[in-house]
């Protein structure tokens, strides 16, 4: 069984930074494609990041596009998210999960993490 556990939320100002990081354990990592998805009070899930396996796709929203990057690193079983230039709705629970089949789409991701609380004051 494949397990997620994030890490790396936090509260900061507007215009501040953050990296999430999201270690996996009890699969093939190297095989895995990574998602970073994001809920906000009274909204629903919205996908923010995907990275495939290999490295060669990745996709993002356009609300981050530009202030936030998704990398893995293989050999540690570990995939981050790196958020610059944070705004206010930004704010959500951050959720990492993976999938072997490469998507930008939740219902396609067969693990997910608990979540951590991402915050961001104005």
């Known amino acids: 069984q494949v397990h997620l556990v994030e890490s790396g939320g936090g509260l900061v100002q507007a215009g501040g930074s953050l990296r999430l990081s999201c270690a996996v354990s009890?699969?093939?990592?190297?095989?895995?494609?990574m998602g970073w998805f994001r809920q906000a009070p009274g909204k629903e899930r919205e996908f923010v990041a995907a990275?495939?396996?290999?490295?060669?796709?990745?996709n993002y929203a356009d609300s981050v596009k530009g202030r936030f990057s998704i990398s893995r690193d293989n050999a540690k079983n570990t995939a981050y998210l790196q958020m610059d230039t944070l705004k206010p709705e930004d704010t959500a629970v951050y959720y990492c999960?993976?999938?072997?089949?490469?998507?930008?789409?939740?219902?396609?991701?067969?693990?997910w993490g608990q979540g951590t609380q991402v915050t961001v004051s104005s």
């Open positions: 999960a993976a999938t072997r089949i490469y998507s930008v789409m939740a219902e396609r991701y067969d693990y």
């Open positions: 990275l495939s396996w290999s490295h060669i796709s990745t």
């Open positions: 009890g699969g093939t990592f190297s095989s895995l494609a």
